[in-house]
């Protein structure tokens, strides 16, 4: 039997605002809604996993999905929630981004079987390109005031912010051209809800009201919670950037990594969200936690979670065993066993540096090692201070002074060193011949 898509989204803590009748209308029939997102990247981060989460629901819940790629739009730059414009992509970038982000949905969403609420995957370039300009405000453009796209938030906390940097006529019209996108969906697909981000309201609301006047149609809007660490942080950030969802970007080890480090609170909420796991499960998973926190079960459970349906059962494997081999009880003598492909494979995900062989051939002091040659401190202060504290290793092995003479006898397997710095920092030395 199919899942309530509303009540789902309801104790997932999903929802952030709904139009009236949209869960009478899901309740109906089978409905087809759509979600849009720009095309900035080949890849599509952790932030976007959110609304893709939506669209998976959805779908289980007997609708069909459709995934917007907005090659247009993603050409002005959507000005909600930023305080200045995007750069604007080319055709080439565009389409090249749209290929990436394609194959990393597949792995959330359906697009290739029988079923008959298949995923669909569309790109508003490709009925805008060719659209003139004469035609879009003789067509589109009449239908919505300025007074109305001027009360929009996203437009008002621009024009309200420094006059420096107001607002370009290319971004003000964004609203439109997403509304647009709407009322094609609309007569093309029958498209009845558009899901979003809560600081999508304005411009989906704006699709409602084109398409009202216009056609006189009668569709929906759904928004979720805009999602934010509990410290106040931006979620999906880390010192090193954005979350990718693309390996070649966020190795599945950092990908792994970044779950298993969020905070209780976080893990909570999180579990809920980025995970199919039932309402049963994720509470009996928060109790269990709750008995031995210190465990970190639950972080445990997301970050298997979505790393296999993000990655593959496989890299969520390599992922635990390198973090056990990292951060748990692995030996000097255990590292020293391993394999060139295993330490290859294992230390795939930690920041890497090259030095020459000969540096160690006579010996070489780890503070200018790892001080001078390949700034892992940023100081000899610094690392003078963690090493009298017993958090640094060479090897799985702590260093027992900042200047400890570093040779050849401590490459594993003729080629690589593993540093640790402190509690979760690690990096690994690869040797290369001048």
């Known amino acids: 039997m199919p899942i309530n898509f509303i009540e789902e989204l309801r104790w997932r803590g999903m929802i952030h605002n ?174 009845r809800l558009q899901m979003g981000g809560a600081d999508q309201w304005g411009n989906i609301t704006t699709g409602i009201e084109l398409i009202r006047k216009k056609v006189g149609g009668k569709v929906f809007a759904l928004t979720c919670p805009l999602i934010t660490k509990t410290d106040g942080s931006k979620f999906g950030k880390t010192e090193a950037g954005n979350i990718w969802l693309d390996k070649r970007y966020t190795s599945p080890y950092k990908f792994y990594q970044f779950w298993l480090n969020v905070s209780d609170i976080d893990a909570e909420k999180y579990i809920r969200i980025f995970t199919v796991l039932s309402k049963k499960e994720i509470e009996n998973l928060i109790s269990k936690h709750k008995l031995a926190p210190h465990l970190r079960s639950l972080q445990r459970s997301l970050a298997k979670e979505v790393t296999i349906m993000v990655h593959s059962q496989e890299d969520y494997e390599m992922a635990v065993k390198t973090s056990t081999i990292l951060f748990g009880n692995a030996t000097s003598s255990f590292l020293k066993q391993l394999d060139k492909d295993t330490l290859e494979n294992i230390f795939v995900g930690i920041p890497q540096f090259e030095i020459f062989k000969e540096s160690l051939s006579l010996g070489i002091k780890a503070v200018d090692l790892l001080v001078d040659n390949i700034h892992i401190f940023s100081s000899r202060g610094e690392m003078r201070k963690l090493v009298q504290n017993g958090g640094v290793s060479i090897n799985k092995e702590k260093l027992p002074i900042f200047d400890h003479l570093i040779d050849c006898s401590y490459l594993l397997r003729g080629r690589y060193i593993l540093v640790q710095k402190g509690k979760k920092n690690c990096f690994l030395l690869k040797v290369k011949s001048s």
């Open 18 to 191: 709904i139009t009236p009748g949209t869960e009478e209308q899901l309740e109906k029939e089978m409905t087809v809604a759509y979600m849009g997102i720009d095309p900035t990247a080949d890849s599509l981060h952790v932030g976007h996993l959110v609304g893709v989460m939506m669209l998976k629901h959805f779908q289980q819940a007997g609708h069909c999905p459709i995934v917007l790629i907005g090659g247009a739009t993603g050409m002005i730059g959507d000005p909600s929630m930023k305080s200045q414009e995007r750069n604007l992509l080319n055709e080439e970038t565009l389409r090249k981004n749209q290929n990436g982000i394609r194959i990393q949905l597949a792995k959330l969403l359906d697009f290739d079987s029988n079923i008959s609420n298949i995923a669909i995957l569309v790109n508003n370039y490709d009925w805008i390109r060719d659209y003139s300009f004469l035609n879009f405000i003789r067509d589109i453009g009449k239908y919505i005031t300025v007074n109305y796209m001027m009360s929009k938030d996203s437009v008002r906390k621009r024009l309200a912010a420094d006059a420096k940097v107001g607002m370009s006529f290319t971004e003000f019209s964004y609203q439109l051209f997403q509304g647009y996108d709407y009322l094609f969906l609309y007569e093309n697909y029958n498209c």
